[in-house]
């Protein structure tokens, strides 16, 4: 049951253009959504989130896009920078009894940006 | 500040044998997550602590994996007997309880496992 799911694997795009990444959701108890940032051989980062009371946060050359009827959420990235070519995982919480509820991974999409 | 330390970061073994994994979280995060990334595929969420209570191993495959955190500090998950797909970058992740509703995850380098 793939409640979180990224459905391209790979994105190519020219530095200095748009990367739009997305991420769709089954599950309606969740309320809050991130963006992680892997390189090869590293953990995840923190990229970027967005609770479920707003529909857009932005963060520099990041913006994340929330659609909750649609249970759609997307990442603009805007100037792409060769920097970025990393692979970008999309994430999802729900209401725990504790802080720190646990994160529903999507399967990933590899940016790659070219000179 | 240093981050969430793993090790060792690589390790090959053959089905059935045994092996455990090591997590020092960054210092002052009470919460700590096990995670297990099999390739082409997101992290899924093994077994999560409180301190050193557990508080989530809904995830975690009871008959072969175990994991404790005596001390509320560092972790160990073991794998006994292992089997061929458990080959997966195991992922260890920390937070620090500052009474959000969500606290963000800061994850180690991982240990890549691959059982021959």
């Known amino acids: 049951d793939q409640q979180v799911k990224q459905n391209s694997p790979s994105l190519s795009v020219q530095e200095g253009r748009i990367s739009i990444l997305n991420c769709d959701y089954t599950n309606s108890m969740f309320d809050y959504f991130l963006w992680y940032k892997k390189y090869p051989a590293e953990g995840p980062t923190f990229l970027i989130s967005i609770s479920s009371i707003k529909d857009k946060n932005e963060d520099g050359r990041f913006t994340v896009f929330l659609n909750k009827s649609a249970k759609h959420l997307s990442l603009h990235i805007v100037p792409s920078q060769p920097g970025d070519s990393a692979v970008y995982f999309c994430?999802?919480?729900?209401?725990?009894?504790?802080?720190?509820?646990?994160?529903?991974f999507g399967e990933g999409t590899q940016l790659t940006v070219n000179p | 500040e240093a981050g969430v330390a793993q090790s060792p970061r690589y390790k090959i073994i053959e089905k059935r044998q045994s092996v455990a994994f090591w997590c020092n979280p960054i210092s002052g995060h009470a919460t700590l997550y096990w995670y297990q990334q099999i390739l082409g595929q997101g992290p899924k969420l093994l077994i999560q602590?409180?301190?050193?209570?557990?508080?989530?191993d809904s995830q975690l495959p009871k008959d072969r994996f175990s994991a404790e955190r005596l001390k509320g500090v560092d972790s160990t998950l073991k794998i006994q007997p292992a089997k061929l797909e458990d080959s997966a970058v195991y992922l260890c992740?920390?937070?620090?309880?500052?009474?959000?509703?969500?606290?963000?995850?800061?994850f180690g380098p991982g240990t890549r496992l691959t059982v021959l």
């Open positions: 602590f409180q301190n050193n209570g557990v508080v989530d």
């Open positions: 992740a920390s937070s620090f309880n500052s009474g959000r509703v969500y606290n963000e995850q800061f």
């Open positions: 994430a999802a919480s729900s209401p725990g009894e504790t802080s720190g509820s646990r994160l529903t």
